[in-house]
Nanobody, 116 residues
Framework: QVQLVESGGGVVQPGGSLRLSCAAS????????MSWYRQAPGKERELVAT????????NYADSVKGRFTISRDNAKNTVYLQMNSLKPEDTAVYLC?????????WGQGTQVTVSS
């Protein structure tokens, strides 16, 4: 059974940091491109960051460049999103996604709220 389970969300003050994790099971994690998306109320889902299967290449949305870092540990079947210098506009549900050819798996998401 395929599972993607996100964790690490919470409430943080502006300027703070959080580290999200997404634990994968039920598929060959190491061959999948992994991404983090986010969705705020009333807004479209936004691609935040992507990492290739080996971790050799990453891409980021302009809105998070220099503040967020995506990484993965294929031995632990886990992808991470380190989020620094958080802003109120980063408030959203953050979801991880796994893609390989025609396969596309999603987690349920974890809420991140940036508020003073």
């Amino acid at each position: 059974q395929v599972q993607l389970v996100e964790s690490g969300g919470g409430v943080v003050q502006p300027g703070g940091s959080l580290r999200l994790s997404c634990a994968a099971s039920g598929f060959t994690f190491s061959i999948y491109v992994m991404s983090w998306y986010r969705q705020a109320p009333g807004k479209e889902r936004e691609l935040v960051a992507t990492i290739t299967s080996t971790g050799g290449s990453t891409n980021y949305a302009d809105s998070v460049k220099g503040r967020f870092t995506i990484s993965r540990d294929n031995a632990k079947n886990t992808v991470y999103l380190q989020m620094n210098s958080l802003k109120p506009e980063d408030t959203a549900v953050y979801l991880c996604d796994a893609k390989f050819l025609n396969s596309d798996f999603w987690g349920q998401g974890t809420q991140v709220t940036v508020s003073s």
